[in-house]
Every structure is written in C-alpha cells, then in structure tokens.
C-alpha cells in the first residue's frame, strides 16, 4: 500500500513542476509560493479537530521541518534562478544520494543489490535526462562563472530536502498525518508570512485568479498526505522511498510535450523508461 502512495505523490510532484512553470508565467515566484501554501493551509483547516493532543515536544519538531522546508524553497529557486538549468538538474541528483544514506545511516535500512543497482540505474536515467536539448536555450551564466555560492545554496537545498524526508519518517512514529499536515502547513505559511513582510514584497490579486496556482495548492496537499501516511507505515523505507518519487520525471516529460511543445520527447521517454526500469528493479528487494 505504502508503494502506491509513495507513487501517486511522485506522480503529483511532477504535475506540480508542470502547474509551478505555468503559474509563474503570469506571477512571480514568491507570489506563487506564498498563496500557493496559504491555499494548500485553507484546503487543511478541516483537519483542525484531529490536529490535536500531540506532545509539546513534537510541536517544536514540526515547526523545524517546516523552516527545513521553507529554506530548501527557497534555496532551490534562488540558485535555479543564477545558474543553467541543466548544471542544477545534475546538482539536484545529489538529493538521492543524500536521502538514501540517511535511511541507510540512521535508520539501518538495509541497502540490498537490487537497491543498488535500481539507484545507480536511476541517476544514470536522470543524468541523461540533463542532456542539453537541440534548441538554444536562453543566455545564461557559463558554468565557470557562476559564483560558488549559488552551488553551495543549490546543495543545501537538495540536503534539506533529505533531511525534512528523514523527519517525516521519524514524526510519523508518533504523530498522525492529520497532525503533521496541519501544523506543518501552519508553521510554513507563517514563516512565509514573515518573509513577505521583512522583504515588503507585494503579492498581486491577480494570483488569486491564477487556476495553476489553485491546482499546485490541491496536488500539494493530496500528495503530502499521501506521503505522510506512507511514511507512517513501519514497512515503509526512505531508501526506496526516495527512488519511487522519480517517477516525477515520467509527468514532467509528458506534460513538458503537452504544455511547453517541448522536443526530443521520445528520447526524454527513452530516459524516463531508465529510471522506471531502476524503480522496478529496487522493489525486488522487497
């Protein structure tokens, strides 16, 4: 069960990437990320009566996961925004990595042959993936100039990332998803908030009529919650867990086709069946 619900929210995230990209055409990215996680907060309060009775203790550790996550956002737009798309896609792989031998690590999940041929598998699928298309891309900076701290912020991104995917797991041991939806969602649009205000960044009505943004609010918490329960299951693993999200990509090539008339689809497919194969293959271990 944990297996389709890891699925579905991967297969959620890519349609968020497609949702994100078209939102941002007709707002700015801080606009799209703070109405997008005030919805996503409006579409949760329903959970209220069951958000109740956790220990005081677990209210700080959400809270903690939340500004992981809030950082990591906004890390990861701030270094794709000064660096080529591909060297950042090739950087992201790193969250793989990270997530993988923090299940391995702390939580002594073991990592059998048919993990470790479907992650290498996988990366190799995604590294192909970053191949430069055919057509030019916008100017951007040279890799050799890109300022090193750009890098870094793109690394603790991905390393963020791992970590607020390693809290889920060790949260869900005691809190319910109920519980760590709600709060989660509470503690990040406050810390939004908070950044608006010190920033006075001005967010548009127009987003309000943004129907992309709306749509990334409701695939956001589906697939939050879907993860969340997943992570609650005792047989559930990070280690595979984290190679069954790139099942991303599958959304993100079509959608890109459909959207964005974007070429090489079948050789982006091609890519795609790699890493679906590398899934696969790590669920022999099971």
Known sequence: MWIWLVLLYGLLKGGREIAKKKAMTKNT????????TLMSFV??????????????????????????????????????????VSLYGVLSLSRVLFATFSGIIFLSEPLSPFQLGGLVIVCAGLLLLR?????KEPPVEAPA??????IILAFLSCILNAVSGFMDKILMRDV???????????????????????????????????????????????????LFIANGMSESRITIMTLIKQSACLV????????????????RLFCAAIILGGITLSLFSL
């Open 29 to 36: 990215v801080m606009e799209v990320l703070f109405v997008y």
């Open 43 to 84: 579409f949760v309060l329903p959970e209220i009566p069951q958000a109740g009775g956790m220990e005081p203790r677990f209210f700080a550790l959400i809270a903690l996961k939340s500004f992981v996550m809030f950082l990591a956002w906004l890390f990861g737009f701030y270094s794709l925004k000064k660096m080529p």
């Open 131 to 135: 191949v430069p298309t055919r057509k």
């Open 145 to 150: 100039t890109i300022r090193p701290l750009y």
């Open 176 to 226: 319910t998803s109920s519980q760590l939806q709600f709060w989660y969602m509470l503690f990040l649009i406050i810390y939004y908030g908070l950044y608006v205000l010190i920033r006075r960044i001005k967010i548009s009505p127009t987003v309000f009529k943004n129907g992309w943004v709306w749509a990334l609010a409701i695939m956001f918490v589906i697939g939050d919650k879907a």
């Open 252 to 267: 993100t090539i079509i959608g890109g086709k459909v959207f964005f008339k974007e070429d090489r689809i079948l050789y």
